[in-house]
């Protein structure tokens, strides 16, 4: 009796346990990768930038494809991981202008040239659900430069390769440094005050505060201290002025001068908010 207890808890044992061992297998076949694709630009001048791109979707026209770079003729080079959603047939389509070529999973599957832009399809591939290695290369040509990828597989029509597909080894990562503070730097308009480049996003406007923010508020950020930092709820995206009373009263009587800013709701977008009378 003592020996079959001793059974049924063994066999318990094991059924529980091969779940989390076959749970464990699965987590181990999918590939540890990234998102997005590494991206290499280059010039005529030698100038060269590295960065990663989430999608490839690009309307250059006559400006350079990297801040880095100097505007004019260039090379662009991809590579990664494309992930295919299924078993099938799928193709991919480039609408450019200038000469693409694109290899999948180790077969060159289109190598077309026009000046103006133009759709260009692959060849059909058969490939399995995976991540495969791709790799593309784009040489800008005729009056301006633009490239975006497309496919269609075996339970889609011609959609935009979209970044949930494009994948990267961990890796190579440290290379995307630049383009998350390019990101940032932009989220954050520091250009708009610091110049670092002629198309920086403008920031906020002070000319029509008026009514828009309290006196007492901006008083107090106006003479607010770094130490009172820690006292925020997030982070501060401008610097400390640390400016006396007199000086904040003085600065913010010149930004609160003019008209003040109407805040109604027109009337207009009013009666559409209104709920529709019941039936």
Not at 234 to 257: I, W
């Amino acid at each position: 009796m003592m020996l079959s207890r001793w059974m049924m808890l063994v066999l318990l044992f094991v059924a529980n346990a091969l779940p989390l061992a076959a749970s464990g297998q699965d987590d181990d076949d999918e590939p540890d990768l990234n998102s997005g694709l590494l991206a290499q630009y280059s010039n005529q001048s030698g100038q060269s930038a590295e960065r990663i791109d989430s999608q490839i979707a690009f309307d250059w026209d006559k400006s350079a494809p990297d801040e880095r770079l100097a505007a004019g003729p260039f090379t662009a080079r991809w590579r990664g991981m494309l992930m295919s959603q299924a078993r099938g047939e799928y193709r991919l389509f480039a609408h450019a202008s200038g000469t693409v070529r694109i290899e999948l999973a180790g077969q060159a599957i289109l190598n077309s040239r026009s000046d103006e832009p133009a759709w260009h399809a692959s060849e059909p591939i058969q490939i399995p659900f995976d991540w495969h290695p791709i790799e593309i290369e784009y040489l800008s040509g005729g009056e301006s430069s633009q490239l975006a990828l497309f496919w269609s597989g075996p339970n889609f029509a011609l959609e935009p390769i979209s970044d949930r597909n494009w994948f990267h080894e961990p890796a190579e990562s440290n290379r995307a440094e630049f383009e998350r503070g390019r990101q940032l730097a932009r989220a954050l308009r520091c250009e708009a005050c610091h110049q670092a480049a002629t198309n920086a996003q403008p920031g906020p406007s002070l000319e029509r505060l008026t009514g828009a923010v309290r006196r007492e508020w901006l008083m107090d950020w106006l003479t607010s201290m770094p130490e009172s930092e820690t006292q925020l709820a997030a982070p501060r995206r401008m610097p400390h002025f640390a400016f006396t009373a007199d000086e904040a009263n003085d600065v913010a009587n010149y930004l609160l001068s003019a008209e003040p800013v109407d805040l109604r709701i027109p009337a207009a977008m009013e009666a559409d908010a209104k709920p529709s009378p019941k039936a």
